[in-house]
């Protein structure tokens, strides 16, 4: 089992990595998804949720035992400290799991989909990085509607990332969401038989 060309897919919060990555999907192309293993990592009765509960106390746990994540994210997004004390428990975890599902793969090329690739420096870990990008208000915008997060509260997350600025000086190659679903679909395409002449 391998996998020719791994693709780091990353982007600035609501640029619409999500989107970008179901359509690679719906191409046959292998996605592993970072959030979806942070999720699966802080599920109730999962280790990495005993250790935040540990780290930040019990108000981080919602009477069922599931996570409360919105008390973990205020915490973690008003104070650098805190956020890198979330990421010393969970990175190692997620990186962990990428390299597995690597491993398990038989697949030409695989889409490996980090929102924090370039913030946790490992873009090591990928032949190609792929940067999804969107104009700043148009994140605002997806953030206000998807998530009905304060000015404040978005401010303080993209204030966390990186500027858009660094990512696109960082990226091999540049996915375009600040138009419309066909436009994007396109791009995914052209990328797709692009990656597929690579290998």
């Not at 999907?25 to 599920?43: E, K, Y």
């Amino acid at each position: 089992m391998s996998v020719s060309l791994k693709v780091g897919l990353t982007g600035g919060i609501a640029t619409g990595k999500t989107a970008v990555s179901n359509i690679f999907a719906t191409l046959g192309v292998p996605i592993i998804d970072a959030d979806v293993i942070s999720h699966q990592l802080v599920a109730r009765g999962q280790p990495a949720l005993s250790e935040i509960v540990q780290t930040f106390g019990s108000e981080m746990l919602q009477s069922d035992g599931h996570l409360n994540r919105l008390a973990l994210r205020q915490r973690v997004f008003s104070d650098v400290e805190e956020r890198k004390k979330l990421e010393a428990i969970l990175h190692p975890k997620i990186y962990a799991e990428i390299l597995n599902q690597i491993n398990q793969l038989d697949s030409r090329y695989c889409i490996i989909s980090v929102p924090l690739l370039l913030e946790t420096k490992q873009q090591h870990q990928v032949d190609r990085i792929a940067v999804v990008d969107s104009p700043v208000t148009l994140q605002y915008q997806r953030l206000e509607q998807r998530n009905g997060l304060s000015p404040k509260q978005i401010e303080q997350i993209l204030r966390a990332q990186l500027s858009r600025e660094i990512r696109l000086a960082s990226a091999d190659d540049v996915i375009d969401n600040s138009t419309d679903f066909n436009a994007l679909t396109l791009q995914v395409h052209k990328l797709h038989e692009f990656y597929l002449s690579l290998v």
